[in-house]
Every structure is written in C-alpha cells, then in structure tokens.
C-alpha cells in the first residue's frame, strides 16, 4: 500500500468516527430534549432552585440560625400554586421583598400568606414572592407585564419600592439619566437584571449548535462524580452564604472620604419613579390585576445610635456600595426616602389605587432592620402583621 493511499483511508476512518460522534450527539440532544426539556420564559430566579444561607452571628441583629431559600418551579420564591379557586397575589420588589437571609417562613410574604389564610376562609390565598435584590422601578415595569402574562389569574400585585430608585440616584450622582429607560438597548440590559433568564448550568450554552445540552449535562455528570457541585452564581449583587460582605461594606462606609449632608436636586429622579411607576400601575390595570403600592420603611433618621449608624452601608457616590468615596449622611437618606414615599403617595391617590404607607408604622430601630432598610425576623413579622390588617379589609369572603 502505498503512502497516498495510507493516507487517504486515515482520512476516511476520521470522517467515519467523526460522523459517528456527531450522530451520537444529535440522538443523546434529542433524547435528553425530550426526557429533560428546560423550561422556556423569563424567571426572576432559576426555577427549583434552593439556597441555604448561614448568617454569621452578630452581622445581622435579629437573624438567628439557618435559613433556606426555595424557588418554585415558576421562578418565584415560595410554593406551588395551588388548584381549585385561590386568590392569587405575587409581591414584587428588590431585596426588601425577597428577604434573602431570612428563611423560608420567616419572609413576610410568606408570613402575610400564613396570616391571610387564617383569617379568610375562602378562597384560599397564594403569596408569590417575586422580589429580588438590587431591582429598582426601571425593572419592575418589565416584571410586572411579563410575569402577569406568563403566571395565569393573579388577581393582586403588590409593590414594595423605592429605596433602589433613590440609592441609584444617588450613587450615579451628575451622570444620571432620567431618559435611560428609553434609550437604545436598555431594555436588554434591565432584562437581565430583571431576571435570570434560562440557560444550561454551564457556559457551554455559548455553543452554537444542538450539542450544548449533551455537553452541558454530561459536564454537569462528571463533575458530580468527582464530587464537584455547581454554585448558584447570583447575577448582580453578590451576597455570600454567611453575610461578611456586610462587614465590608460597613467598613467602607465608616472610612468614607466625606459626608454629604444636602441632598441634590431629586426632581428628575422623583418624575423618573413617577413614570416608572405608572408603568407598573397601566400595566396590571391592562391585565385586570389590582395593584397595591407600598411605602419603603429604613433605618435612616437622625437620631440614630452609634450602634445603628454602624449597621449602614449604603448611600454612597459613585457606586451603590464602594471603598473611597463620599457617603451621604442618615438625615440626608431619611429625607430622600420621605420624598420617595411622598411621591408613591401623590401617584396612588392621582390612579386611585390602595397605597399604604407601611413607613408610618414601623419603628426605626432594631427591633425591624438589620441594615439600612433590610428586616429582620422580628420586622418580617411586623410588616406582615400590618399588611394583612390592611389586606383583609379588600380581600374577596
């Protein structure tokens, strides 16, 4: 046999296992399309996903123990929809809502749907909690349709915003746009902080052909035996299992540069949040949906302790959390909150919708928050005692 014809058998028997691999991968991607389909939409967090978070003693007061987060297979954090005739309401919001370090029952909606349902008789109530961290109103009119048309016969959203809107105001400083939802590309990048949009559990969803689910799995399955797991990886703020960014943070802050004490001129950040809740208003109106406002309650005041001022981390310039900058100082936040909440306020009375004004009626201390504006276990309870005194007077019998 001569040597051109050596190599031209070695090129055939390459092609052969080639075209055989290739045909293996396209039978094992249909088969595991077919055993395995992911699910198809947009989600706030991976559906079935589930966390545990083991908050480092002292960083959180009023947070003790373990706690788990649990996603449904809808992407919301609590449970399954139930059948028959249930009235159905999903809480909207950033990290006040989703109450991450905050168990799995000791969040307030569920602990609002536990309070509903003892006191309703019927129908029974459903709570999906559809907050996330770091969202602000500019995602919130993305959610709000999207969710209501994907999650069938939700009958009340609730939104609890605002701190989010004025942070990034502040953080942004002379470079923020009022007009930025507007602009070219920006719903692609606020989609993706609205959501955890579905893909593989690994980067091969990069791959541009039918194989990637093979590849994926089969990754996935090779480091499971090696005793490798994959971790979530969150997609904005990165909030470790113990809490000890919060220590950081709070360092950061109290070497701050500077204080700023005046607040700046909020009116284009206030019409902004004005528009981008009546977005949110026209869009579960369009859908039939009653929406109820909610008031941000915080921390801030002043006539804080030293050992409250120490639990802050936030309103800083120039990033929404950050080493070497300028903060602004407690009255300064209390007042730009209160403009906030007097601006959701004016808005509900002007649509004629529910708005409660869960602010007034929380205490500012640690009875409540952990941080600037997070509860704790104790201020869960309290915001889903007064939210169900409030619900129940428009609850169906």
């Known amino acids: 046999m001569n040597e051109r014809t050596e190599k031209k058998e070695k090129r055939a028997r390459a092609l052969l ?3 055989g691999c290739l045909f293996a991968l396209a039978v094992a991607e249909v088969t595991l ?3 395995f389909p992911l699910p198809s939409g947009n989600f706030i967090h991976r559906p079935n996903l589930v966390r545990t978070f083991r908050p480092s003693p002292g960083v959180m007061p009023g947070v003790e123990g373990e706690s788990e987060f649990r996603v449904n297979s809808l992407g919301i954090r609590g449970s399954e929809i139930p059948e028959g005739k249930t009235h159905r309401i ?5 990290s006040t809502t989703e109450c991450l370090y905050l168990d799995q029952t000791e969040a307030w909606p569920a602990l609002l749907e536990e309070r509903l349902n003892a006191s309703v008789s019927t129908p029974e109530v459903w709570i999906g909690n559809a907050g996330k961290t770091g969202v602000s109103t500019r995602e919130h009119r993305l959610q709000i349709p999207i969710l209501l048309d994907d999650i069938k016969r939700i009958d009340r959203v609730i939104l609890l915003a605002g701190v989010n809107d004025l942070l990034l105001r502040l953080a942004v400083d002379d470079r923020y746009d009022p007009d930025f939802v507007v602009k070219p590309g920006s719903r692609e990048f606020l989609m993706s902080r609205a959501f955890d949009m579905v893909r593989p559990a690994t980067d091969v969803h990069r791959v541009p052909f039918f194989p990637r689910r093979f590849i994926g799995l089969s990754l996935q399955l090779f480091g499971s035996l090696l005793g490798y797991q994959e971790k979530e990886t969150p997609t904005h703020l990165v909030e470790d299992e113990a809490g000890r960014l919060y220590i950081e943070r709070r360092r950061f802050r109290k070497n701050r540069m500077g204080t700023r004490d005046n607040l700046p001129d909020l009116s284009t950040g206030l019409r902004e ?6 977005d949110c208003i026209q869009a579960a109106k369009d859908r039939k949906v009653d929406i109820v406002l909610v008031s941000q309650p915080v921390l801030w005041s ?16 120039g990033s929404i959390s950050g080493e070497n900058l300028e903060y602004y100082s407690t009255s300064a936040l209390a007042a730009g909150m209160q403009k906030y ?9 002007k649509e004629s919708i529910p708005f409660y ?8 201390d640690t009875t409540v928050f952990y941080d600037d504006c997070h509860f704790n276990e104790q201020g869960a309870e309290r915001v889903a005692d007064q939210l169900t005194e409030f619900l129940l007077a428009e609850l169906p019998n």
Request: charged fraction near 25%; glycine fraction near 12%.
């Open 17 to 19: 296992v080639l075209g």
């Open 33 to 35: 399309r077919l055993a």
């Open 90 to 94: 999903l809480a909207i919001g950033g």
């Open 273 to 278: 949040f004005g528009k981008n809740l009546t």
């Open 302 to 317: 002043d006539t804080l302790t030293p050992d409250q001022e120490d639990l802050l981390w936030t309103g800083g310039v």
């Open 341 to 349: 909440n007097d601006r959701m306020k004016e808005l509900a009375t």
């Open 357 to 364: 004004d869960l602010a007034e009626h929380l205490p500012k």
